[in-house]
């Protein structure tokens, strides 16, 4: 067994480089992601019909039972079958990169936390590289990209998004895997 406090170096190295790799995914290679989101047809039209609903930050659907008993009802259904059905998140409009920018990269450690405690939990000093690799960049995949398909499942995210951002949650994983086999206390 090899303490959660004794990997701080490959915790924080760790994090450093899937914070490090993500800015390049997103801000570099900027046609990885580009289709995530469509645009309205007329993005105007919309945003002058949503403004005065003043909605708060937060997730919306529309049309939005009040109960399962209500998703029976003959007005609901009508409402449903007209559509649009939509899941919408509101954010607010003084968006703070920075602050969200942080928030990841507290993200990120918190996954190198678990990926060290669990290989910690279960390898002593020494373990050879690739054994460490394996299940540090497993549980780190997990933490990174095994949540995803549920907003496909679900939300109905399209396909092709949640499988980029699972191939990152890959990359992610093989670095922090990596990382833990490279600093691994012998």
């Not at 008993?69 to 939509?86: H, L, S, Y």
């Not at 993200?107 to 290989?119: D, E, H, K, P, T």
């Not at 992610?172 to 895997?177: E, Q, R, S």
Request: one cysteine or more; aromatic letters at 14%; a positive charge.
């Amino acid at each position: 067994m090899v303490p959660v406090l004794s990997l701080l170096v490959p915790i924080a190295l760790s994090a450093v480089l899937v914070f490090i790799a993500s800015s390049i995914i997103h801000m570099a290679l900027t046609a990885w992601h580009k289709n995530d989101l469509r645009k309205f047809p007329n993005e105007d039209a919309v945003m002058n019909a949503l403004r005065p609903l003043n909605l708060q930050p937060g997730e919306y659907g529309l049309p939005k039972p009040e109960s399962m008993k209500d998703m029976q009802t003959p007005e609901f259904q009508a409402k449903w079958k007209a559509g649009p059905v939509a899941f919408i998140t509101v954010r607010p409009s003084d968006f703070n990169m920075g602050a969200t920018m942080f928030l990841w990269f507290l993200y990120s450690l918190v996954v190198s936390v678990f990926a060290g405690y669990i290989a910690g939990v279960a390898f002593g000093p020494g373990t050879e590289y690739l054994r460490i690799m394996q299940v540090a960049g497993c549980v780190a995949f997990v933490g990174y990209a095994m949540g995803a398909p549920q907003q496909s499942i679900w939300w109905g995210q399209g396909w092709g998004r949640t499988a980029r951002n699972m191939i990152d949650g890959l990359l992610y994983g093989l670095l922090t895997g990596g990382t833990f086999g490279w600093l691994w206390p012998r």
